[in-house]
Nanobody, 115 residues
Framework: QVQLVESGGGLVQAGGSLRLSCAASGTIFEFNAMGWFRQAPGKQRELVAIITSSGITNYADSVKGRFTVSGDNAKNTVYLQMNSLKREDTAVYYC?????????WGQGTQVTVSS
């Protein structure tokens, strides 16, 4: 059974940094893509950043220039370096992994940015 486990969330002041990690277990295949989504209270889950197995990245406009997604294909691990955090970045961050038409989700990790 495939499981995604996130870590690295927490409370940080505006302008600070956090690094999220997501590691997959229970799989012997390499994902086509891994990335991060987030969901703030009362809002829909939205894309933050994603990286494909070939290294192509895609970012939400709201995080471009501040967040960096990276991955280790061999370890099925993905990271999200978040700099210059803003209050509006406060949300539960979810790791996602795609294997062809199958999508896997982590349980989420809370990121709270205080002023």
């Amino acid at each position: 059974q495939v499981q995604l486990v996130e870590s690295g969330g927490g409370l940080v002041q505006a302008g600070g940094s956090l690094r999220l990690s997501c590691a997959a277990s229970g799989t012997i295949f390499e994902f086509n893509a891994m990335g991060w989504f987030r969901q703030a209270p009362g809002k829909q889950r939205e894309l933050v950043a994603i990286i494909t197995s070939s290294g192509i990245t895609n970012y939400a406009d709201s995080v471009k220039g501040r967040f960096t997604v990276s991955g280790d294909n061999a370890k099925n691990t993905v990271y999200l370096q978040m700099n210059s955090l803003k209050r509006e970045d406060t949300a539960v961050y979810y790791c996602r992994a795609d294997y062809y038409y199958t999508v896997y989700w982590g349980q989420g990790t809370q990121v709270t940015v205080s002023s």
